[in-house]
Nanobody, 123 residues
């Protein structure tokens, strides 16, 4: 069992930056691929970024070039650096752990989830 706790959300103006953190406990994070998803009001949860065990990263087109996912296995923590934020980035952001080795952008394939952190970008 893995417990995930996100932090770092908040209110920021358009063009600003935030760094989200996802701290894990219970098991070593290096055993999992990690993802960040987001859910805006009235919309389905969508994939934002993924980092494999090897450190290979993948991004949704909507965030590519602006967001960076990284992991610090020694700290058992995953990060999402978000730059050049836009009002359409407003959502609850969730981190998730995937025990499988097959790459997936589908939320249903992830095994453990945090409670989410709110990001609000004002125009």
């Amino acid at each position: 069992q893995v417990q995930l706790v996100e932090s770092g959300g908040g209110l920021v103006q358009a063009g600003g930056s935030l760094r989200l953190s996802c701290a894990a406990s219970g098991r070593t994070l290096s055993n999992y691929a990690m993802g960040w998803f987001r859910q805006a009001p009235g919309k389905e949860r969508e994939f934002a970024a993924r980092i494999n065990r090897s450190g290979t990263t993948y991004y949704a087109d909507s965030v590519k070039g602006r967001f960076t996912i990284s992991r610090d296995n020694a700290k058992n923590t995953v990060y999402l650096q978000m730059n050049s934020l836009k009002p359409e980035d407003t959502a609850i952001y969730y981190c998730a752990a995937d025990a499988a080795y097959k790459r997936s952008y589908d939320a249903e394939d992830y095994d453990y989830w945090g409670q989410g952190t709110q990001v609000t970008v004002s125009s």
